[in-house]
């Protein structure tokens, strides 16, 4: 398949049909939401939901013009690369989105680890409310990089147009799970990705960071060991919020927050650790620093 093939198929593929519908049910769903809440009085961050709304139009304003790009020019060398080819068709779609799915579980998974990923991850857990809405509270240029963990996908055969959509599939099937209105769900709580799992998710309590990474599936997560049911009152947001409602800051912030350690590091090889190692990770130095002050 050659790229103007590939290019035309995000134009004229009729899996965008699905896309699209998938797209109006969940923005139904999340204006449904809305009104329950006016109509039942439920507590809400109303500056938080619009600070989620506005970064998915700005998001959404990248991704269709500069960064969506970025991320289809970038994967079609590796797709030239690979003497694999799997064709496209309704089977193939299915073992796509699983592929894509479990490709997902370890982008989500490193965002978490690594400092310079979660740097844009972390815009999605920055909100203290758990509601729809956050499920459009994503980081606004993620895409300039997302498209690194698809090499795989590309490379064992699939398509950039269709390692693309099908990771869009993950994501879109996410919507529905950021709610507080879903209890639990028995058997589906342990086998899929559901509101009680995801709720664990965003969690800030000790016993639920970093757990619960699956896209659709959370057999990832008990394959992997990161499982962990719901079993105490989640408490959502960050360990340390960051309270502001401004979007720009929301997206930025913690890019400002690692620029801020760089340059009080004294080494090269602290400055790659700070920005490109764990979370929690500090020189020394720092704690030293801040007991003298």
Known sequence: MDIEEILSLFETSEILNYVAYFFIFNSLLTLFEIFLDIFTSKERRWKDTGANIIIFFLGQLLEKTILGTIGILCLLPFYYLSPFEIPLHGWTWIFSIIAADFTYYWMHRLEHEHRILWANHSVH??????????????????????????????????????AIISLVFVAQYQTWIHTE?????????????????????????????????????????????????????????????????????????????????????????????????????RPVYFKNSKQQS
């Open 125 to 162: 857990h920055s909100s203290q409310d758990y509601n729809l809405t956050v499920a459009m509270r994503l980081s606004i240029i993620e895409g300039v990089i997302e498209w690194i963990f698809l090499i795989p996908m590309i490379l064992i055969g699939f398509n950039p147009f269709q």
């Open 181 to 281: 209105r879903i209890i639990k769900l028995g058997w589906l709580d342990e086998v899929f990705n559901t509101p009680s799992v995801h709720r664990v998710h965003h969690g800030s309590n000790d016993k639920y960071i970093d757990k619960n990474y699956g896209g659709i599936l959370i057999l990832w997560d008990k394959l992997f060991g990161t499982f962990q049911r719901e079993e105490e009152k989640v408490v959502y947001g960050l360990t340390k919020n960051i309270h502001t409602y401004n979007p720009i800051t929301i997206n930025f912030i913690e890019y400002k927050n690692i620029w801020k350690d760089v340059k009080q590091c004294k080494t090269w090889k602290d400055r790659f650790k700070i920005i490109f190692g764990s979370l929690i990770w």
